[in-house]
């Protein structure tokens, strides 16, 4: 068990990392709140600093005018949070006990700890084809991405044949996002019609710029250092041909990471938290907060993870407060 001088229960716990962990934490720590954070376990789906571990090239993010990578970035929020006292944990939290305050958070390797407040910043992960390099190329900057906002106007993807996998509203958004900087977008899908809806399919049908494989699958992505096309599978008659391509973009849905809280915060139908409010950041169990992709479906990006994380803070800063704990 931890302990920050009242004893042994931390005053806020921070389970996760990412840009919107560390921000909760920089927040936190300058509001000299001792914060504890348990950043994560190295896994082959996950790194310790969330999605933006699988960035290469970031050029979106207010402040770094001749752009960034992702690790380096998450480095910076790391050692900025670390500047100003937080403590961090490399190791999973697998339990949570949120019956009774304080309350009692087991890690894979590390025991247990007492907490007076908990903000959970576990993010959501990307779905990924999981070929074996897919997630080479993802991770080398080689062309292939989770997130066409994010990488979509990268100098490398302008005026080149892209591809999007899936048939769902987000395959649809990432394709029409695409075509701005693309010279071709071509979607692939397993089946024969679209799983979005019909103002997204009839968005995409009608983009000039937009074609569609019909019945087919993504069973190998090509290239050494940059990806040169993929290896499509018919799923009708099984017969497999190479389409040559400069990006690939995976867009077949995320998960978010909730599964180790065994539904004692609520969540929807997808696993994302509800924060029924206010404070905005406050889950269904008082003292208990979520930031970042994990509580977000629908912006998904580091400088709203960002924001979400400050807000947290704060919020558990004011609810700690309010129960005379300083």
């Known amino acids: 068990m931890s302990d920050n001088g009242s004893n042994g229960i931390e005053k806020v716990v921070i389970i996760g990392s990412g840009p919107a962990g560390w921000t909760a ?8 709140l001792d914060p504890l954070v348990y950043e994560g376990a190295p896994t082959q789906q996950m790194i ?91 991770t080398s900057g080689g062309g292939v991405s989770a997130c066409a906002v994010c990488d979509g106007a990268l100098p490398v993807f302008r005026d080149q044949h892209l591809v ?3 048939g769902g509203d987000t395959a649809m958004e990432e394709a029409a996002f695409l075509t701005k900087f693309a010279g071709k977008v071509t979607i692939v899908h397993r089946r024969d019609e679209l799983r979005a809806s019909k103002i997204m399919q009839e968005r995409a049908f009608e983009n000039p710029k937009i074609e569609f494989a019909w019945n087919s699958t993504v069973v190998d992505v090509l290239g050494d250092d940059i990806i040169s096309g993929v290896r499509l599978k ?38 994302y938290i509800e924060l029924p409010g206010p404070p905005y950041t406050m889950t269904n169990i008082e003292g208990v907060f979520a ?28 609810w700690l407060a309010a129960q005379g704990i300083h």
Request: glycine share 12%; aromatic share 8%.
């Open 234 to 271: 018919d799923t009708q008659t099984g017969e497999e041909r190479d389409m040559d391509c400069k990006g690939l973009f995976i867009a077949i849905g995320h998960e978010p990471n909730t599964k180790f809280l065994e539904g004692k915060i609520t969540t929807d139908e997808s696993g």
């Open 48 to 138: 310790p600093g969330g999605q933006l571990m699988f960035t290469t090239d970031v050029e979106n993010y207010p402040g770094y005018p001749k752009g960034t990578t992702g690790q380096g970035m998450m480095g910076d929020f790391k050692e900025q949070a670390v500047r100003f006292g937080t403590r961090v944990i490399t190791d999973d939290i697998v339990k949570c006990d949120f019956s009774s305050r304080p309350f009692t958070l087991t890690s894979q390797d590390n025991g247990t700890v007492q907490a007076q407040s908990v903000i959970i910043a576990t993010g959501a992960k990307a779905k990924w084809l999981w070929l074996d390099n897919e997630q080479r190329l993802a």
């Open 164 to 166: 999007v996998v899936g």
């Open 25 to 32: 934490a920089l927040y936190a720590a300058r509001a000299d």
């Open 291 to 318: 930031v970042g992709d994990v509580a977000d479906k629908v912006y998904r990006q580091a400088v709203t993870a960002a924001g979400s994380g400050c807000m947290g803070a704060l919020d558990a800063e004011r």
